[in-house]
């Protein structure tokens, strides 16, 4: 999926566009891998993260285990969204519309439902939105029939590009596998993957080591095989967030 989407806006938005049903929805940018940074907690991936006109930041997951799909897992990353969108000082109210999209390959809640859409309410006012534009959708990756969004996760599911209903997916997908320039570019993205795994899981160490103060950044250049140079830059960043 990450090659899939890799510089592909014109497809997300095609995705997007049966996943929310909005046929206007026009996405101004998009990246695959987008590396959300904590000063002082677990930093994050985003397997697609794409932006419409109107500034609303949709952060697209495919998920093959249940568990990777956890509610809480939804939770934080929309708070990652959030921490990223606003510097030191900015007013609340810049926060941008968020969506998180969870295709699963199960029917994570087992109702037969093509998605589920999760906002928040208000108990007491019988159950009015909360209005902190904050969305969830779980889209069902089980979910196959003739409707626009049966189709698309027909077509997710698909070994070959003959077997797809959309032609733009179709084509992207005969690039990707029939062609050596798209095999080349898999393997690429796959290397880049790897790669962005373990900077987030270097960075996660980093941090922690810099916030707890404990070690000189010698000393952690040293035990992460780090320039000196990188471990101020980081360091640079925490004292941004504590000023």
Known sequence: MNAFFNEQPELVQFVLRIIMN????IVKRSVTQKLLKSIQGRSLTLDIDAVDEDGTEIDIEVQDESSSANPKRARFHSSMLDSNALVQNDDFTGLPETYIIFITSKDYFGKGLPLYTINRRIDELDMALFGDDEHIIYVNGEYIDDTPLGKLMHNFKCKTPSEMFYKQLADRAYILKKTEGG??????IMEELCKNREKEALLNATMKMIVRGKLSFEEIAEDLSLTLEE???????VESVNA
């Open 22 to 25: 909005k046929k206007s929805l």
């Open 183 to 188: 095999r080349d570019t898999v393997c690429r």
């Open 231 to 237: 471990v101020k830059e980081l360091a640079k960043e």
